[in-house]
């Protein structure tokens, strides 16, 4: 049974830090690339970042510079280093596993940005 978990996840001020976890099992998971995604209601879901099984990663413009994403293929695990956060970072944001056609979410974790 493949399960994503995702953690980190909380109400933080404009201008904090935050790390999102992702855990993994169930998979091959050193094979997989692994993406955070982030939606609010109304709007459809956004890749914030990617990386692939070799460790190339990609960003939208909208988190480059502010986001980073790394794994820890030891621990089946991917991150999401979140900085400068404003509040138009608020979401819930959901962990992807993919493999040509097949992908796996996690069932998200909310970011709040508030003061």
């Known amino acids: 049974q493949v399960q994503l978990v995702e953690s980190g996840g909380g109400l933080v001020q404009p201008g904090g830090s935050l790390r999102l976890s992702c855990a993994a099992s169930?998979?091959?998971?050193?094979?997989?690339?692994m993406g955070w995604y982030r939606q609010v209601p109304g709007k459809q879901r956004e890749l914030v970042a990617q990386?692939?099984?070799?460790?190339?990663?990609d960003y939208p413009g909208s988190v480059k510079g502010r986001f980073t994403i790394s794994r820890d293929n030891a621990k089946n695990t991917v991150y999401l280093q979140m900085n400068s956060l404003d509040s138009e970072d608020t979401a819930v944001y959901y962990c992807?596993?993919?493999?040509?056609?097949?992908?796996?979410w996690g069932k998200g974790t909310l970011v709040t940005v508030s003061s």
């Open positions: 992807k596993a993919a493999l040509y056609r097949t992908a796996y």
């Open positions: 169930g998979i091959g998971f050193s094979i997989y690339t």
């Open positions: 990386i692939t099984s070799d460790g190339s990663t």
